[in-house]
């Protein structure tokens, strides 16, 4: 079938693949605020996803979503979401630009069959699943087939760390010599507090502030065994508030009563993207428990960025993503390690120190719209595309 190729009125369009249900997806902002950051450099963005329950339509009304049905059966969804994406590009431009995960390659055959060249590959994560059956499968399938087999389809890479970049090059013995690399961001100006939204430090209990997946790679049920060993004194007067969902949300809610935890760890379930700075200011001290993994070594600690943006004292794990953004910084609390002992200590430390600490928090709206806002990421990717892409047309 022939392309199209007459300009796009909106600006050059870029199909966006996410083979995921996006309505359940905790971390939606990268999707979102990438493509307007992308939009603001003169291209049409649209995301082609999946939904759960019901479609996820961002406020304001300026990110475009086009939704397809998949089989909801866990081994069989991402497959069919990219089946079911593939009509939807029929009618894509000779110059129009689609991005796909690793997964997403595996119809790039199909994608060169419609006539559709411009294919870009964004590397968000390494998949190291800790459900060893079904995550060997998913690897394979998703992963290593398709990275290893079909990764020269795509003319143009991206990847969310240099870390990762050198991660992938080792593992399938290959350069990604011509390639971008973006970070996870913050939309700075939409997560900046005012003054009067943050916690009254006169409040008797201190509120420890979790959002994310609730799974059993993050670190969660660790910071519960570290709750429930500390004394009368403390426990008294925390609450451990998580924002999420995730395939492990039963197995913590079990593990918190199991440990006499019901009345200090609350489940607030997922919440939308919007309503995180407003449930973030009610937050002491936030937390990000990542343990210490290859897919989080590599990684860009986006929720660490949006609580730097709401001025918030954050207690982190010392693996190299979060070194790379945090050291140095007076607001944070470094566990000693990565098991309950570590992070009773550091908990202790912030309840004791949370006045001081949050006062050093005020450097970090400044600190991360210099450096991590979305804005920045945007350009980067826009100005790699344009200079990758630019020919494809003549």
């Excluded at 451990?240 to 760890?265: H, S």
């Excluded at 006062?359 to 450096?371: H, I, L, N």
């Amino acid at each position: 079938m022939a392309v199209e190729t007459s300009a796009s009125a909106g600006g050059r369009r870029v199909y966006w693949l996410e083979p995921d249900v996006f309505d359940t997806k905790p971390n939606k902002s990268p999707w979102v605020e990438m493509s307007r950051g992308l939009k603001a450099h003169g291209y049409d963005v649209v995301i082609v996803t999946g939904y759960a329950r019901e479609p996820y339509r961002p406020a304001g009304g300026d990110v475009r979503f086009d939704y397809v049905p998949c089989i909801k059966i866990p081994c069989l969804q991402r497959f069919s979401l990219l089946l079911s994406m593939l009509p939807k590009l029929m009618s894509a431009r000779k110059d129009d630009i689609v991005i796909v995960s690793p997964s997403g390659l595996i119809i790039a055959p199909f994608l060169r069959a419609l006539g559709i060249r411009n294919i870009h590959l964004d590397v968000r994560t390494v998949p190291v699943s800790v459900h060893p059956l079904k995550g060997r499968a998913a690897r394979l399938l998703y992963w290593r087939i398709p990275m290893g087999r079909l990764h020269r389809w795509a003319r143009g890479a991206s990847f969310i760390t240099a870390r990762l970049k050198q991660s992938v090059e080792q593992e399938f013995r290959t350069l990604f010599e011509d390639s971008v690399i973006w970070e996870s961001g913050v939309n700075a100006a939409a997560f900046r507090l005012p003054q009067g939204q943050h916690r009254p430090f006169d409040s008797r209990v201190r509120t420890i502030f979790y959002h994310g997946s609730i799974a059993a790679d993050r670190g969660i049920d660790t910071v519960i065994e570290a709750l429930a060993s500390l004394d009368a004194e403390h426990r008294e007067c925390l609450r451990f508030v998580i924002v999420g969902d995730g395939g492990d949300l039963a197995r913590i809610k079990r593990l918190a009563e199991k440990r006499g935890l019901k009345d200090c760890v609350v489940f607030e379930g997922l919440k939308p993207y919007e309503e995180m700075p407003r449930l973030i200011a009610q937050a002491d001290v936030c937390i990000c428990p990542l343990p210490n993994r290859p897919e989080w070594n590599v990684s860009s600690p986006l929720k660490v960025f949006e609580y730097m943006a709401c001025g918030k004292p954050i207690i982190v794990t010392p693996i190299p993503a979060h070194r790379a953004v945090l050291d140095g910084q007076d607001f944070v609390v470094w566990t000693q390690g990565f098991d309950a002992p570590a992070f009773k200590e550091a908990i202790v430390y912030a309840l004791e120190n949370v006045e001081r600490l949050a006062k050093a928090a005020a450097s970090g709206p400044a600190f991360v719209e210099s450096r991590y806002d979305w804005r920045q990421q945007a350009a980067k990717l826009a100005e790699y595309l344009e200079r990758k892409f630019a020919t494809a047309a003549r």
